[in-house]
T-cell receptor, first 113, second 115 residues
Framework: AQSVTQPDIHITVSEGASLELRCNYSYGATPYLFWYVQSPGQGLQLLLK??????LVQGIKGFEAEFKRSQSSFNLRKPSVHWSDAAEYFC???????????FGTGTRLQVFP | DADVTQTPRNRITKTGKRIMLECSQT?????MYWYRQDPGLGLRLIYYSFDVKDINKGEISDGYSVSRQAQAKFSLSLESAIPNQTALYFC??????????????FGPGTRLLVL
């Protein structure tokens, strides 16, 4: 069965530091992959997605993610974190057969000044 | 995203009451979804609809029902609310493009507390 694992429940970084949020998936074919961000009290906003083509995907707010098929990973990165990036981040895989999204359990990012 | 709206944004109800959560979208998408979010569990799919005449159960549909009144409207009902249905509920719509695949767009959420 398809699944998404975000191994880090909570990450704390200092403002200006680099960030990498991990995401691993289990899927039998080439997946669609997504990263969403949820700010406190807000809905989910799409940061970026991988559908096909270049495995390094650029998103909004300075985020990028790299699809690595050999590692079944789609890690989210940002070179310099801002205090406004504090939020919860969800990785998701799109099931091509059912057109449904399967979400990870989320990683909460805390940013210290 | 203001293109997907949910009402109410917050609701408190009592065990056994019937409650309806509403979702409207102006994106013109055929596909709509209802999810619930619980701490530590991510989002789980309750129901989804690929068009007005198509309704499908998700992974946690027990205790819920839906109605797709129009392309733009998709309502979620709790026929007899129970405390473990206390959660944050999200509506989403999606489109599919040949070059970009499918992308889901989420409403702001409805926070439901069942006493």
């Amino acid at each position: 069965a398809q699944s998404v694992t975000q191994p880090d429940i909570h990450i704390t970084v200092s403002e200006g530091a680099s960030l990498e949020l991990r995401c691993n998936y289990s899927y039998g074919a080439t997946p669609y992959l997504f990263w969403y961000v949820q700010s406190p009290g807000q809905g989910l906003q799409l940061l970026l997605k991988y559908f096909s083509g270049d495995t390094l995907v650029q998103g909004i707010k300075g985020f990028e993610a790299e699809f690595k098929r050999s590692q079944s990973s789609f890690n989210l990165r940002k070179p310099s974190v801002h205090w406004s990036d504090a939020a919860e981040y969800f990785c998701a895989v799109g099931d091509l057969n059912t057109d449904k999204l399967i979400f990870g359990t989320g990683t909460r990012l805390q940013v210290f000044p | 995203d203001a293109d997907v709206t949910q009402t109410p944004r917050n609701r408190i109800t009592k065990t056994g009451k019937r409650i309806m959560l509403e979702c409207s979208q102006t994106k013109g998408h055929d596909r709509m979804y209802w999810y619930r979010q619980d701490p530590g569990l991510g989002l789980r799919l309750i129901y989804y609809s690929f068009d007005v005449k198509d309704i499908n159960k998700g992974e946690i549909s027990d205790g819920y029902s839906v109605s797709r009144q129009a392309q733009a409207k998709f309502s979620l009902s709790l026929e007899s609310a129970i405390p473990n249905q206390t959660a944050l509920y999200f509506c989403a719509t999606s489109d599919w493009t040949p070059g970009g695949g499918e992308t889901q767009y989420f409403g702001p959420g409805t926070r439901l507390l069942v006493l």
